[in-house]
């Protein structure tokens, strides 16, 4: 697996695992793998992680971790995918989308979000609620894909 990630990626998986895992360095459970995961900031829903659990036979070594990774680092694009949309649409190629325009994507296209949650979302990204503010989308995309703690 060593050709997918980099030495830093290999050495920053290696040491969640080994943090997480308690029994002899193997992940023994789904809640376990879902924690490793979301902590290297990836999105598995419940049926994937059930389904890579059962692929490598209920118990995961490092080396069968650094498949699913793998396997889940190639589906999951999500945040690239959004990032490229926001610079599909940024004219000036200025990196930044204005609150307006924001406020009109999020809550007038396709599943609207309602004004609590995005006044919520310009707060966590320490904008103003003006209509002239601007927003680096690279922040907001980091923000928005980041996996929702599920504690």
Not at 15 to 34: A, M, P, S, V
Not at 92 to 97: H, K, L, Q, Y
């Amino acid at each position: 697996m060593a050709r997918y990630f980099s030495g830093e990626d290999i050495d920053e998986f290696r040491d969640c695992f080994f943090l997480i895992t308690r029994h002899n360095g193997t992940i023994n459970t789904i809640d376990e793998l879902k924690t490793i995961m979301r902590s290297l900031q990836m999105s598995p829903t419940i049926t994937e992680l059930k389904q890579y659990f059962d692929q490598k036979g209920g118990k995961l070594s490092f080396a069968d971790f650094l498949d699913v990774m793998h396997c889940h680092s190639v589906k999951e694009k999500v945040s690239q995918q959004v990032l490229d949309a926001f610079r599909a649409s940024d004219w000036t190629r200025s990196g930044t989308i204005s609150v307006s325009q924001l406020r009109h994507y999020l809550m007038d296209c396709g599943e609207a979000i309602d004004e609590r949650l995005f006044e919520s979302l310009l707060r966590e990204t320490n904008t103003s609620t003006s209509p002239n503010a601007s927003i680096k989308y690279q922040d907001l995309v980091r923000i928005i894909c980041s996996p929702i703690p599920d504690y």
